[in-house]
């Protein structure tokens, strides 16, 4: 892509300015802002309808700056040695002296940070004095965006600029982990937990079903198509698209495949494109065959459950 260096500069004019735009990462499409801006960051929730009780992820491009907003500690840096820049969100204790919007953590003492891997986000975080606060570049409860075009659908011409990264590798978003006190999976993601685990050499929690609710990531509807999911299930109706993981010897044109051969990584790439390509065939409903419940397929199931609700 010869023109990257041109665009990589062009967000930055446009971030520079407090603006918004959106930044390919290797889960999701973001829509970026200033995160020390209250300007910037504010048009962040008012872009996306987002209540501004729900917090956004910060993404850094090193340590250093990391460090005049964060409290680290000895497992944040296990997990950083290891998967970092990779998939991973960490809920870190704030420090009292950053710059941070209050915007960003709605207040809270805590804020959630990650180091994303796309080569073009990176370069230009590198570019900038102050990293980018990015929620996924979609209208709340809705569909995350796994390329530009998707984030064209979500906003039209509403936003300034999109960098254009190709289709997110991950098609997923983060797996995010809070350390601010034992550690804990606030959400799954594209960091399978089975490997967090390995390298805690523990078994860390993660409460799908909450009381309260800690990260409206995982409130009930959301990543939603806007049309009923039916999960485990077989024979859909001709005007129901059904998703499915594993080639039949007979398909119609409500097959959709997430796979064809029970690849559960390659399925959960897939996900977000093909509920975004079903929903605008305005099917009357989404009829799912049964996803083993084990590494990616997990993630798929939690998400395609709170996408499902009613
Ligand atoms: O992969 C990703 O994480 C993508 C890309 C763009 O980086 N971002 C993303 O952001 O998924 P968003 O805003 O769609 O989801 C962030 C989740 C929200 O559910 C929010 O409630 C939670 O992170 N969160 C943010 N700050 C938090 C905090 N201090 N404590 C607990 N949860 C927090
Ligand atoms: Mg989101």
Request: proline share 5%; charged share 25%.
């Amino acid at each position: 892509m010869k023109n990257n260096l041109s665009n990589i500069k062009k967000s930055k004019y446009y971030l520079d300015k407090g603006e918004c735009i959106a930044i390919p990462t290797e889960t999701v499409y973001g829509l970026a802002g200033n995160a020390y801006s209250n300007k910037a960051t504010l048009k962040i929730f008012k872009l996306k309808k987002r209540t501004k009780k729900n917090p956004l992820i910060v993404h850094y491009n090193n340590l250093k700056m990391l460090n005049n907003d964060c409290i680290t500690n000895s497992v944040f840096f296990k997990l950083y040695k290891k998967f970092c820049p990779g998939p991973l969100t960490f809920v870190l204790r704030l420090k009292k002296s950053s710059k941070i919007s209050k915007n960003v953590t709605s207040n809270q003492k805590t804020l959630a940070i990650r180091f994303p891997s796309h080569l073009l986000t990176k370069k230009l975080l590198k570019l900038l004095n102050y990293p980018l606060a990015a929620p996924s570049a979609n209208i709340s409860t809705k569909i995350s965006p796994v390329s530009k075009e998707d984030v064209k659908e979500e906003f039209g011409n509403k936003i300034k600029f999109i960098l254009d990264g190709g289709r997110s590798k991950i098609g997923l978003e983060s797996t995010i982990v809070s350390l601010v006190n034992k550690p804990r999976i606030l959400r799954l993601g594209g960091m399978e937990r089975s490997k967090i685990n390995k390298v805690l050499n523990k078994n860390i929690t993660f409460d799908s079903v909450k009381k309260k609710i800690i990260v409206p990531g995982q409130s009930k509807l959301h990543y939603s198509p806007g049309i009923p999911i039916k999960l485990n299930s077989t024979n859909p109706k001709p005007n129901e698209a059904f998703i499915l993981i594993k080639k039949r010897k007979k398909s119609y044109k409500n097959y959709y495949y997430l796979s064809k051969n029970r690849n559960l990584k390659q399925a959960a790439k897939n996900l977000y494109k093909i509920l975004r390509v079903i929903k605008n065939k305005k099917y009357k409903s989404i009829v799912v065959e049964k996803i083993p419940n084990i590494g990616f397929g997990e993630v798929i199931n939690d998400r395609l459950r709170r996408a499902s609700t009613k």
